[in-house]
């Protein structure tokens, strides 16, 4: 395993973070090589996720380490269900030294491949892991956090050592229901079980685990 460069906004080879990235259509050894290497570069960072862009790899290759779950690999994923809004803030790895806030959606439903090639659904709410899952996976259509933003003050410069006490936050929700009604009831992956059940009622819900800022 080998800890990869991560590419920066803003400097030379940054290209890559703002391309469609390709699928995988094959799950080989070099992939199997490229997952480890993620897994050990958003360690390292740290971070809590990493998508294969942000080393320079235009796949569509996603890895998430947060507290909620094992850490697992997804290839070629996309969101097919979200519901909600929900205010939160976040970093990225290939965005050093800021911080934003935005609405991500309260529920997150993904589709894609695990790392040895069998479909996955996951299911995630109101929680890191459903905040990562459209991080990462927006960086494998190229974009990135700061082009959701409001405006720029909501983008916020922060002091070197701050980054390590990170933090998310929903401050507000408005509920925007984009689910389907009657849709079937899908199935949790194997070690990806559901996040967290919803808490935005609570005022000013703050939950902080390490290097969240850094998200990926
Ligand atoms: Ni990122």
Redesign the pocket.
Known sequence: MAIRPIRILGEPGDDVLRQQAQAVDLLDGSIQVLIDDMFETVRAAPGV?L?AP?IGVPLRIVVIEVPEVPAFALINAEVVRHSGRRWVEEG????PGYRGELFRSVKVTVKGLDRQGRPIRIRAGDDLLAQALE??ID?TNGL??IDLLGGPEHLHGIERGEAAVAEVESESQETVDHEPRGAARQQTTRGVRRGVPPRLMTARLRLRTPALSK??
């Open positions: 996720g998508a942000q990225c790895l290939s965005i991080h990462e960086h990135l956090y998200s990926g």
